[in-house]
């Protein structure tokens, strides 16, 4: 097995160890890029591959390879680049944007079942999002009122599950789930209970939308946004790697390095908020991604940021992608909601790390 | 580097743990605190070392007032060895003690050959250096203590503060460590709870009780058992070993209090 965590030989074994790990994070890259042009050529609606690229080049640079216009078809160029292509992006986003809410979150809190979905965060922003979209009568409305509503809904549940499990003082791992399971309960409920108050004829199905997630909205023009927030989020906690390795040795042993810990916590809190926020506005809930891209890749890396954070914005991308292509072709008839797929891997993961004795259930977290 | 503490007063849920406590180290100088469970050693430490906010008085770190100092700009400086607590995650003992360099390093910067060189020699010191590549939580205690300890060496401290440092080590390796703080040659400030050692090694001695303190002085002038009658309600013997030519203490047994039936 090839070592990939720092080692201490020599200095040239520590410099031949970092060069490997980029050309690791490259070969990633590489892969991302190929799953990308493989999902785009995926679908209910069989379109050729060589059809699919010829659309791609054609669009990506303007180039006529041989009189695209009357080779292909217009519908086909419909699906693939205003259907599939924003589809893939909008799984890539979100994919890396909750994979790095969950390992920022779980350093944050020295936790590492902390991820969006199971503190309730995501349901929080779900009740944000449905509240703007339902009672729209107030504020800004159409993508910018619903990513507001999720931000302050998701604010709110973070607020809360810290309130409850005590951080500060000291918090259990315990404490933090059971936290997490009441602000699921509570928002989950409120939102559902707002979707029926508003007799919306489609009620149901943005339930379904909102629990279980779809990537189906994506456009491009609701694509920036989200984009670009999670890509500054990821250069950010990039450039901060050290302050969550402190972060993740505790409190005590934070602030002896220098590391101001309440109020990195606060910080990171807030932007996991609205990375979840964004995320959820724009797709919906999809669980359990910053639960095991981190866990996967702490397997595999150790638990040293600088290479935790790129590699688990790489590979929670690859995921979510592949998620998608799996929600998208495995039902011939139409789509399954991608929260299925991702809680049908996420769930039993979730079990093996309770069950494995590396979690320190009953001790004191932190 | 000189620490000075000014009157100091601190509260944890409204209670006040440590009363108007002045201390001072000087650059060299290896200082202990002493005193029994609950006098406020490590409440005063960890004000020190700025876990907790006083609500009274100074601390002063080379004559500047650390309440004004950022909290990365004084751990360059001090470097700190707690009581060891759980980990809820796992790293490699090179990156836990690579962690030492977080103060010194700003954001993006990679590690370099000087890091790398003083992470070596903090594992050397501690008699660790061909654990690097082990997990710090397959370690046992005291060499996790030990690792701990070579973290807070990488941070290259001017002043060093020990929690009990001692806690998990056997006798060889607790008297390794406090040899090795020693001769640093840095101010040293150490809760201890052995007196013995704490006579062996401290150039001077704050006693505590009840959040105040109650003595202070080089060992040999203020260890007696008067003292220690008064501050641990204990009976010992204090005498200067012939052979070490050290100050050990000899305890009685004690009494137990009996028991009250029906209470």
């Known amino acids: 097995m090839i070592h990939l965590q720092s080692r201490q030989n020599s200095y040239a074994a520590l410099l031949q160890n970092r060069r490997n790990f980029f050309l690791l994070l490259a070969g990633l890259l590489l892969i991302l890029l190929l799953s990308v042009l493989i999902a785009v050529s995926l679908g209910t609606i069989q379109i050729a591959p060589i059809e699919t690229y010829h659309i791609m080049v054609y669009k990506l640079f303007q180039l006529d390879i041989g009189n695209v216009a009357t080779q292909v078809s217009p519908a086909h160029i419909e699906i693939i680049w205003n259907i599939r292509l924003p589809r893939i992006l909008l799984a890539m986003i979100a994919g890396s944007g909750l994979a790095l809410c969950g390992t920022v979150m779980q350093a944050s809190v020295q936790n590492p079942l902390a991820d969006p979905y199971i503190l309730g965060i995501s349901a929080g922003a779900s009740l944000g999002a449905t509240f703007a979209i339902l009672m729209g009568s107030f504020g800004p409305t159409g993508i910018w009122g619903t990513a507001i509503g999720a931000f302050t809904g998701a604010l709110a549940a973070a607020g809360l599950v810290m309130a409850l499990s005590g951080i500060g003082g000291k918090s259990s791992t315990i404490k933090m789930i059971l936290a997490g399971m009441i602000a699921n309960a509570l928002f989950s409920a409120f939102s559902g209970f707002i979707i029926y108050l508003a007799n919306n004829a489609d009620g149901i199905r943005s339930i379904a939308f909102w629990t279980m997630g779809s990537l189906a909205a994506a456009k491009w023009k609701t694509l920036a946004f989200p984009g670009l927030v999670i890509l500054m989020s990821c250069v950010y906690f990039m450039a901060n790697t050290r302050k969550l390795n402190a972060m993740l040795l505790g409190e005590e042993a934070a602030t002896a390095l220098g590391v101001d810990s309440s109020k990195i916590r606060r910080n990171n809190m807030l932007m996991t908020a609205l990375i979840t926020g964004l995320v959820v506005a724009t797709c919906g809930i999809i669980g359990f991604v910053g639960l095991i891209i981190p866990h996967l890749v702490r397997g595999m890396f150790g638990s040293d940021h600088s290479r935790l954070i790129p590699t688990s914005i790489i590979i929670g991308a690859l995921f979510l992608i592949w998620a998608d292509v799996l929600a998208r072709i495995l039902l011939p008839s139409g789509e399954l909601p991608i929260g299925i797929i991702t809680a049908l891997i996420g769930a039993p993961f979730f079990m093996y790390v309770l069950l494995k004795s590396s979690v320190g259930f009953g001790r004191v977290g932190g | ?263």
């Open chain 2, 1 to 263: 580097m000189d620490l000075s503490v000014e009157n100091i007063r601190v509260q944890l849920q409204h209670q006040s743990i440590v009363k108007d406590v002045s201390l001072a180290v000087k650059k060299g100088e290896f200082v202990g605190i002493i005193g029994p469970n609950g006098s406020g050693k490590s409440t005063l430490l960890k004000t020190i070392y700025r876990l907790i906010k006083p609500v009274e008085g100074t601390i002063l770190l080379s004559g500047k007032n650390l309440s004004t100092l950022p909290l990365s700009e004084s751990a360059k400086s001090v470097g700190v060895v707690s009581q060891f607590n759980a980990l809820n995650f796992d790293f490699t003992v090179f990156d836990m003690v690579m962690a030492g360099r977080t103060p010194h390093k700003r954001a993006l910067s990679t590690n370099d050959r000087q890091d790398y060189e003083l992470v070596c020699s903090a594992l050397r010191q501690v008699g660790m250096e061909q654990y690097g590549d082990r997990n710090f939580s397959s370690l046992s205690g005291g060499e996790q203590q030990r690792i701990i300890l070579a973290r807070a060496l990488a941070q290259q401290p001017k002043l060093l503060i020990l929690d009990e440092p001692t806690n998990h080590l056997d006798i060889k390796h607790q008297l390794q460590l406090l040899a090795l703080v020693k001769s640093l040659g840095i101010g040293v400030l150490s809760a201890l709870h052995d007196l013995s050692l704490a006579a062996m090694y401290c150039d001077h001695l704050y006693v505590m009780k009840e959040g105040h303190i109650v003595a202070s002085g080089p060992p040999r002038k203020i260890l007696t058992a008067a003292l220690i009658r008064d501050v641990y309600e204990i009976d010992c013997e204090i005498q200067e070993n012939a052979a070490t030519g050290m100050l050990t203490v000899c305890y009685y047994p004690t009494q137990l209090m009996p028991v009250v039936k029906g209470a």
